[in-house]
């Protein structure tokens, strides 16, 4: 087990580039951090600039992180899951912020890049009091070439707390607290709907927070409360609930071989399912108190995870 140490505050977001060679972590100081995966060094951190106006703190603090296939940008995200907050994109290895003109306010997260890399695909955001929105789909992109926000991305009537990707089935997972929508990444097109259990008021938190594709596009995983839901992507029909944690499940992950599925909660622990099976293969408490993020290496060996504690741990997956 490796932890890095650097950050202050809460952390909500972890993610390794694409290539395998860095990864990304930030939280409630607004700081984002990249290290170096092999070594645990960090590398740069950024954050918005001061501008001497007050910043809320949902505004401030970073909650969703995406890299570019081609690991050159990282999008960073803030908010709190309403549509309030905004999107900046950086350049990986300069640090430098890429101009991502958002006068209207429409960017929020959670966002996924496009498989050619030629498009963020985000949420709309609340935009500005007083002003119109200019899309009435909540799903839009940033056109990397051109700088622009352009949408509707797809045309969801909804507004997502979770977007997830599949290249292998060519499909975009949009999410909210009753349904989660799949679209066709080549004509956005509607391709089905698949309905989400009711998660119970006492949960708490009811939206779905997290999403996540198996690398062969064939299931699709679901954290809602302190369940998970898996489904049959092709058949479109529920696989199975996995009762899951004690407390809220913040994110869910595939790892790359398709063979485990990774829980991080509010409980505190991690939990490693068996995919096909649905049965667990281990639970891991690392004292950060409640979870917020998990992410799998792309080569399947090491699992990071961040919570409350300002610290990443990493760890094998073989070692537990």
């Known amino acids: 087990m490796r932890v890095l140490k650097g950050h202050t505050g ?21 700081v984002t951090i990249l290290w ?13 600039p001061e501008t001497g106006e007050r910043i809320d703190a949902d505004e401030k603090r970073v909650s969703h992180l995406a890299f570019s296939h081609d690991s050159k940008l990282i999008a960073t995200g803030t908010g709190g899951g309403w549509g309030n907050g905004r999107v900046r994109i950086w ?125 062969d596009g064939t299931k699709l995983a679901v954290a809602g409360g302190t369940d998970v839901f898996t489904f049959n992507v092709r058949d479109r029909v529920p696989r199975s609930t996995i009762r899951a944690h004690e407390n809220q499940v913040a994110a869910v992950a595939y790892s790359p071989n398709g063979q485990l599925l990774a829980t991080a909660s509010q409980d505190g622990t991690v939990r490693l399912w068996d995919a096909d099976a649905l049965t667990e293969r281990g639970a891991f408490d690392w004292g950060l108190g409640k979870l917020r993020n998990v992410a799998f290496a792309p080569d399947g060996l090491t ?18």
């Not at 170096?36 to 918005?48: I, P």
């Not at 699992?303 to 537990?320: H, P, R, Y």
């Open 10 to 30: 809460k952390l909500r977001a972890v993610a390794y580039s694409p290539d395998g060679a860095k990864l990304a972590t930030a939280g409630d100081a607004g």
């Open 36 to 48: 170096d995966a092999s070594t645990g060094r960090e590398l740069s951190r950024f954050s918005a």
């Open 91 to 215: 350049e990986v290895e300069t640090a430098r912020e890429v101009p991502f003109p958002d006068e209207l306010g429409e960017s929020a997260a959670p966002m996924v890049f496009a498989p050619d890399d030629t498009r963020l695909i985000l949420r709309h955001g609340r935009g500005h009091y007083g002003r119109p929105k200019r899309f009435a789909s909540g799903v839009l992109a940033w056109n990397r070439k051109t700088g622009a926000i352009e949408g509707p991305f797809v045309e969801s009537a909804d507004t997502p707390s979770a977007l997830a990707l599949s290249v292998s089935a060519n499909l975009l997972a949009d999410a909210d607290e009753s349904a989660v929508r799949l679209w066709s990444l080549t004509d956005k097109t509607a391709q089905g709907k698949l309905r989400l259990p009711k998660i119970p008021l006492s949960h708490l938190r009811t939206m779905v927070q997290s999403i996540s594709f198996s690398p």
């Open 303 to 320: 699992i990071a995870v961040v919570g409350e504690k300002s610290k990443v741990v990493i760890w094998d997956v073989d070692a537990g």
